[in-house]
């Protein structure tokens, strides 16, 4: 009988863990997809946008700063004939930032991995580097487009568009999201700051879509 109860023990106290990390895994696998879902209904409706911008002018190599859940990148591949484009992400929680996307910790080292089973299947075109933008514009060379969508601090918009403007091939794109989000004032003073003081024209799209496009580039 005593050897029944310990067997059970042993089983119980070995298997408990795994089954904890199995059954929270399971929540945070619903959780990421819940939130995904809810991020792309409005998320989904500019995508085009960008990629239409990236067909009309030829574009092959890019950066999207702010990958997220993979949405904007898969479209882009899936929608243009890009051949490389680096998503660049820290997928880290950043204390006192507020914004709903700054994820848990946790989530995002869920996500991190969940994103590079999605976009696997695009081989090489496709380049997920795990770090901030400030850190990853050393490992980009030249590039035709970049999409702004990381931090939507002034200071950190100022700093995105100011370090990768000087990647730009003559000829590029240099755009993002969130122009005039109410819970992001800082995203169009950076724009407007940068743009403006170059003497170039910012175009702005359905659901704060911002870009400035090739020629215009100096
Ligand atoms: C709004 S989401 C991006 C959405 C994505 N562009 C899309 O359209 O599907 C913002 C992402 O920016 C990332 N992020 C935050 N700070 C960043 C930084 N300094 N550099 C790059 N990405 C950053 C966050 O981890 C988050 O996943």
Avoid: C
């Amino acid at each position: 009988m005593n050897t029944i109860k310990i067997i059970k023990n042993f089983i119980i106290f070995n298997t408990k863990p795994w089954l904890d990390f199995f059954i929270s895994s399971t929540n945070l696998i619903t959780d990421i997809k819940d939130l995904q879902k809810i991020q792309h209904k409005s998320w989904d409706t500019v995508r085009e946008i960008f990629s239409k911008k990236i067909n009309e002018l030829n574009l092959k190599t890019g950066v999207e700063i702010g990958v997220a859940f993979g949405g904007h990148s898969e479209y882009m591949l899936k929608n243009t004939q890009i051949t490389k484009l680096y998503g660049i992400d820290p997928y880290k929680h950043f204390w006192f930032y507020f914004d709903p996307m700054n994820l848990s910790q946790r989530k995002f080292d869920f996500l991190y991995a969940f994103v590079i089973g999605k976009l696997n299947t695009f081989g090489d075109r496709f380049e997920l580097i795990r770090t901030t933008s400030e850190k990853a514009v050393r490992y980009v060379d030249k590039i035709d487009f970049i999409y702004i969508d990381g931090n939507h601090s002034y200071e950190q918009t100022k700093k995105d568009i100011e370090n990768w403007y000087e990647k730009i091939n003559t000829g590029g794109l240099i755009g993002g999201d969130d122009y005039d989000h109410p819970s992001f004032p800082g995203v169009k003073k950076a724009v407007d700051e940068f743009f403006k003081q170059k003497d170039l024209q910012i175009t702005v799209e359905h659901g704060g879509v911002w870009y400035v496009i090739n020629n215009n580039l100096k």
